[in-house]
């Protein structure tokens, strides 16, 4: 009879975070998967859990997750484990489910310590509706255009962001979502250092100019306004049309585009921009 394959949260910060039922999991099964095993050996000894160890991790996890696969199948149970916080939320683990559900592999996940929900949850910001938009990619175009198809949307919107990246991508938000936007910056969740800034992009970006980043962040980003309360200023449509136009579109494509989305005068957006 096949096993199972488990799939554990472990502490984002705080080591107290770790529960019963994750302790119980790890010291029952046959073998543990874990992201970097250097960094899940230092928990499991400060819980005094002494199982094997496999790596699984980005670059192995095509060769490594077949093996997984063919263990569990074979009557093993594993538990998936990630440096810090749910496996599979922008952590390897979401092909490995996957490969187990296809050969029709229990799977079971412990709800535990994840940085997107912890961060949503004392943002301040709307928490009914939100996306989660994991990391932006390292290059402009792609952030971009990520961050353009999000200009609109309305519901909250949660990023993770590495410190010595933030101000950029503060600048590339602020561009697309507009200075006054509010944002929740969450650093350092459940260690000594915690702390949520809530402010606005203008904010934000005074403070980290001012100041270096340091520590893990989540950003957590308002909605945009709906439709009907919405009015762009021509200021605005000029920075769309000016974005459009540096990934690529024609001037004269750009300007259309942004004046149709606006009702705003085509030919005074198009002298704007020149
Ligand atoms: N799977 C993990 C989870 O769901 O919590 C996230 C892993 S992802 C590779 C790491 C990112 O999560 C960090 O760059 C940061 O954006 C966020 N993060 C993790 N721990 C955090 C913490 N204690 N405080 C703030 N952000 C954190």
């Known amino acids: 009879m096949a096993g199972m394959l488990y799939l554990v949260p472990t502490p984002i910060g705080n080591l107290g975070d ?7 999991i790890l010291s029952s099964v046959d073998f543990i998967a874990a992201e970097d095993t250097r960094v899940s050996l230092k928990l499991l000894n400060h819980m005094q859990i002494h199982k094997p160890l496999v790596s699984y991790y980005e670059h192995n996890k095509s060769l490594k997750g077949d093996k997984i696969v063919q263990r569990i199948l074979e009557g093993e149970t594993c538990a998936l484990v990630s440096d810090a916080g749910s496996p599979a939320i922008s952590d ?9 559900a296809e050969a029709g592999i229990t799977v079971c996940a412990i ?9 949503l949850s004392i943002s301040g910001l709307p928490t009914g509706r939100f996306t989660f938009e994991g990391f932006l990619s ?12 999000l200009r609109n949307e309305q519901r909250t919107m949660v990023f993770y962001e590495a410190p010595h990246k ?5 600048e590339d938000m ?6 006054e936007r509010r ?53 605005e449509a000029v920075e769309q049309a000016k974005i459009l136009m540096e990934q690529g579109m024609s001037r004269k494509d750009a300007v259309r585009k942004v004046a149709q989305e606006t009702g705003l005068p085509k030919n005074a957006i198009y002298d704007a921009t020149l």
């Open 111 to 119: 709800p535990g310590p994840c940085a997107v929900i912890t961060a």
């Open 138 to 149: 390292t290059a402009k175009k792609s952030r971009m255009t990520h961050l353009e198809a």
């Open 166 to 170: 933030l101000l950029n991508t503060l």
């Open 174 to 179: 602020s561009r697309v979502f507009g200075s």
């Open 18 to 24: 770790i529960s019963t039922r994750c302790r119980e």
């Open 183 to 235: 944002i929740s910056l969450c650093r350092e969740l459940t260690k000594l250092h915690e702390e949520v800034f809530r402010t606005t992009f203008a904010g934000a970006l005074a403070r980290y100019e001012e100041t270096p980043p340091k520590g893990e962040f989540v950003l957590v980003v308002e909605g945009a306004q709906p439709e009907e309360e919405k009015t762009c200023t021509m200021e």
């Open 92 to 100: 390897p683990g979401e092909d490995l489910v996957r490969q187990c």
